[in-house]
């Protein structure tokens, strides 16, 4: 059966602190990838896609990037963070275009 | 407008009772339905694919009405246990991932 793992699941970073998160799937290959983050009281917010190794789509223009170095492997990645990328960071993986997604634990991010 | 529209509640409902969400979406080229449920601090999880002719999981009961663009989700016999957010799931051709609407919290008292 499929897998999802994300860490950590909580993080304390200050202003100005680079960020890395992981997700790695287990038990599918090639599947799509996602990272949404979700604000207090709000709904999913669709970060980055990426349907393939080093292939990544952006929605919205921040202060954030991605990367997807291995098949099943997908890093949230910023250089400096900024107090507006608190939230809750969600990974998740389908295995299709049109088919249901799969969420890792989530990582609940506070900068200070 | 937003692509996926529910109300955000709080419904508080008694044990036993049935409860009904309800959900629009505004994009008519919209393909696949889910809902997905969502408890305090956790990640969200498939509750139901919600298919054209409507489908039933125990106590719960999903339609879709493509003429008017909405979806709805019917819960019979309330546990404590359901109590959580219910989120309303789109997914629209020329989008790459799902669509999540902001939720609907139930609250099942006893």
């Known amino acids: 059966s499929q897998t999802i793992h994300q860490w950590p699941a909580t993080l304390v970073q200050p202003v100005g602190s680079p960020l890395s998160l992981e997700c790695t799937v287990e038990g599918t290959s090639n599947p799509n990838l996602y990272w949404y983050r979700q604000a207090a009281g709000r709904g999913l917010q669709l970060l980055f896609y990426s349907v393939g190794i080093g292939q990544i789509s952006s929605e919205v223009p921040q202060n954030l990037s991605a990367s997807r170095p291995q098949d099943r492997q997908f890093i949230l990645s910023s250089k400096k963070l900024l107090l507006s990328d608190s939230g809750f960071y969600l990974c998740?993986?389908?295995?299709?275009?049109?088919?249901?997604?799969?969420f890792g634990q989530g990582t609940r991010l506070t900068v200070v | 407008r937003k692509e996926v529209e529910q109300d955000p509640g709080p419904f508080n409902v008694p044990e036993g009772a049935t409860v009904a969400f309800n959900c629009t979406y505004s994009?008519?080229?919209?393909?696949?339905f889910f809902w997905y449920r969502q408890d305090c601090r956790k990640e969200p999880k498939l509750l139901m694919s919600v298919y054209s002719s409507g489908n039933e999981d125990g106590r719960f009961t999903a339609q879709l009405n493509r003429a008017s663009q909405y979806i709805s989700l019917l819960i019979r016999d309330s546990k404590l246990s359901d109590s959580a957010t219910y989120l309303c799931?789109?997914?629209?051709?020329?989008?790459?991932?799902?669509?999540f609407g902001s939720g609907t919290r139930l609250q099942v008292q006893p």
């Open positions: 998740a993986w389908s295995g299709g275009v049109n088919t249901e997604a799969f």
């Open positions: 799931v789109v997914k629209s051709t020329g989008r790459r991932a799902l669509t």
């Open positions: 994009n008519s080229a919209s393909q696949s």
